[in-house]
């Protein structure tokens, strides 16, 4: 049920996504043929004044049916793609992406709205409330992976077999008690899903250079719930960082792709993002509305790219065709998106293929 859930998030973003060319395709005037919902084969269709709105069956997202936009179809109708200024074209084009990033805000604000975990060191709007020791990372292979503890555990205590259980009220007493006893066996007590757990861990050498350590990252979290207006803003605020954050690691990413060093096990593809997807969707409403705001600005900004096939590539085309004053020839153009749907395809291919040894490594 998670998965299905999950599911029909990334429909309902892909959706989002085309929404924004149809709204900005009809308010200047371009002639919308169709608005589908899923790919075809075709279940049902009812046409409303020019444009005919179509529920298919293969639930892959949706589309809408521009005129004029491939090829030179409408060359004389001056409600066709090709007729308008490139400015037009290219906010037609741009609206998608740009819808993309208004719904990751919007459901970020939503979620303020609902209260989002922060951490108490948060710069921004409002004020944190119920502050609690959180683990936040838990390194692979690490002490405390091994031993049982998750990202998301809240830490109440710590001791030792010689020690009473120590009750910290920061991150830094915790961390303070953990690094003077690195040498005997740490019992950590945390709270996963309103249960109290106990685990029984050894820090060992090699996570941290200079001392031992169990392998788990802390922070002092608590919950931020904001009246509608002030979450607008902290909403607002928060979408920025991320696509500014998504952004730098989309570069990072792909500047190691052309140089042949990329790292594709820190990469998630279909199957590894519908897989995380669900356990999000599983762990309730606020991880839920995190990871669709990060999948809605990765949508965002992939398509941005200048690759034949995407948004990004059809601008670029759009600012070709400004600079030189002419059309692109059609060949060119379709040629140009074969080449970008097959390279799409093979890195996804490559991608899922690590998801999957990830799953049953």
């Known amino acids: ?61 949706g589309f809408v049916k521009i005129f004029g936009e491939n090829g030179n179809e409408g060359e004389r109708d001056k409600r066709s793609f090709v007729n308008k200024p490139r400015y037009a074209q290219a906010l037609v084009i741009v609206a998608g992406i740009v819808m993309n990033l208004v719904f990751a805000w919007l459901i970020l604000s939503v979620g303020y709205m609902a209260g989002l975990p922060t951490s108490v060191e948060h710069q921004g709007f409002g004020t944190v409330s119920d502050p609690h020791i959180e683990i936040v990372a838990v390194l692979p292979e690490s002490p405390a ?9 809240s830490i109440k205590a710590v001791g030792t077999a010689s020690i009473e259980p120590f009750y910290p009220e920061t ?24 249960e109290l757990k106990n ?21 002092d979290v608590g919950v931020l719930q904001l009246p ?42 279909p199957i590894g993002i519908a897989n995380i997807g669900a ?21 965002a900004l992939i398509n941005i790219l200048p690759i034949p096939g995407l948004d990004g590539g059809r601008l670029l085309i759009i600012a070709i065709e400004g600079t ?11 040629s140009l998106t074969i080449a970008g749907f097959a390279l799409l395809i093979l890195l996804m291919v490559v991608v899922s293929y690590h998801d999957i040894a990830r799953l049953i490594g």
């Open 199 to 219: 685990f029984v861990v050894r820090a060992s050498e090699g996570l941290i250079e200079g001392r031992k350590a169990l392998g788990i990252q802390m922070n």
């Open 324 to 334: 030189i004053r002419r059309a692109v020839p059609q060949r060119v153009t379709l």
């Open 171 to 194: 991150a830094d007493g915790a961390q303070t008690f953990i690094a003077s006893h690195q040498d005997d066996s740490i019992i950590v007590i945390v709270a996963r899903e309103g």
């Open 228 to 269: 509608p207006h002030v979450a607008l803003a902290q909403g607002g605020l928060l979408a920025y960082n991320m696509t500014i954050a998504t952004a730098e690691g989309l570069s990072q990413f792909f500047t190691t792709l052309v140089r042949g060093t990329a790292n594709f096990s820190e990469v998630a593809g």
């Open 1 to 61: 049920m998670s998965l299905l859930i999950f599911i029909g998030i990334l429909i309902a973003l892909i959706l989002v996504h085309e929404l924004g060319h149809f709204v900005v395709a009809k308010l200047f005037g371009i002639r919308v043929d169709e608005f589908g919902i899923f790919f075809p084969p075709r279940i049902f269709a009812k046409k409303f004044g020019e444009t005919e709105y179509s529920l298919n069956s293969l639930p892959f997202g």
């Open 279 to 299: 356990g999000a969707v599983q762990s309730g409403f606020v991880a839920a509305i995190t990871l669709t705001a990060i999948i809605s600005i990765n949508l």
């Open 145 to 153: 992976m091994k031993a049982g503890i998750e990202a998301g555990d």
